[in-house]
């Protein structure tokens, strides 16, 4: 099985930080692998698919890259209502559906 | 703009059954994509547990398989849940969500979630 880590598990950074959290896979997944925000008591929500592509209507603060093992999610500026908890999730054509561990965001 | 809205118990006891219904408006359920349920145990991480296609077609997580069922009710606009032989390992927060059509899988539209409870 595919196993997918995340770094750091927690951050806290000051308003309009570049905030960048990293996402490993245990192989190569190409470009298989998409974040979530998710906000207290709310569900996850979609930002970035397939690595590197904006979903419609996320600000374009945020932006994602890589590709095969090791992935990045940057916050250009952080803002205040990105506080949350932001996920990895890759997927393949058996299907299999893995959920990184999480990287709880808050501000200093 | 198609909404999911999740249903049913809040509380199940052990061994017993969770049974839930997401029920889809603004859209149909027989369009050509695939609808999914995920939890989420409190303070935890995400966990897909499986998905169906509008023919009824189902995939599901390789760790839940043998205790899972997920079906379609088109007469209703709504796909269901159920969840077998429950233990306290299986209260979440469980999610309906939408697996965007015609693309690899990811989930751009999800239910508010509901929470169930396995306890005696």
């Known amino acids: 099985d595919i196993q997918m880590t995340q770094s750091p598990s927690s951050l806290s950074a000051s308003v309009g930080d570049r905030v960048i959290i990293t996402c490993q896979a245990s192989?190569?997944?190409?470009?298989?692998l998409n974040w979530y925000q998710q906000k207290p008591g709310k569900a996850p929500k979609l930002l970035i698919y397939?690595?590197?592509n904006l979903e419609t209507g996320v600000p374009s603060r945020f932006s994602g890259s890589g590709s095969g093992t090791d992935f990045t999610f940057t916050i250009s500026s952080l803002y205040p209502e990105d506080i949350g908890t932001y996920y990895c999730q890759h997927y393949d054509s058996l299907p299999r559906v893995t959920f990184g561990p999480g990287t709880k965001v808050d501000i200093k | 703009q198609v909404q999911l809205q999740e249903s049913g118990p809040g509380l199940v006891k052990p061994s017993g059954t969770l049974s839930l219904t997401c029920a889809v408006s603004?859209?149909?359920?027989?369009?050509?994509?695939?609808w999914s349920w995920i939890r989420q145990p409190p303070g935890q991480g995400l966990e897909w547990i499986g998905e169906i296609f509008h023919t009824a077609r189902t995939n599901y997580n390789p760790s839940l398989r043998s205790r899972v069922t997920i079906s379609l009710d088109k007469s209703n606009n709504q796909f269901s849940l159920r969840l077998n032989s429950v233990t306290a390992a299986d209260t979440a927060v469980y999610y309906c969500?939408?697996?965007?059509?015609?693309?690899?899988?990811?989930?751009?539209?999800w239910g508010q979630g509901t929470m169930v409870t396995v306890s005696s």
């Open positions: 969500a939408r697996n965007r059509p015609n693309s690899g899988t990811m989930f751009d539209i």
């Open positions: 192989q190569d997944i190409s470009k298989s």
């Open positions: 397939d690595a590197s």
């Open positions: 603004g859209g149909s359920i027989s369009v050509n994509n695939w």
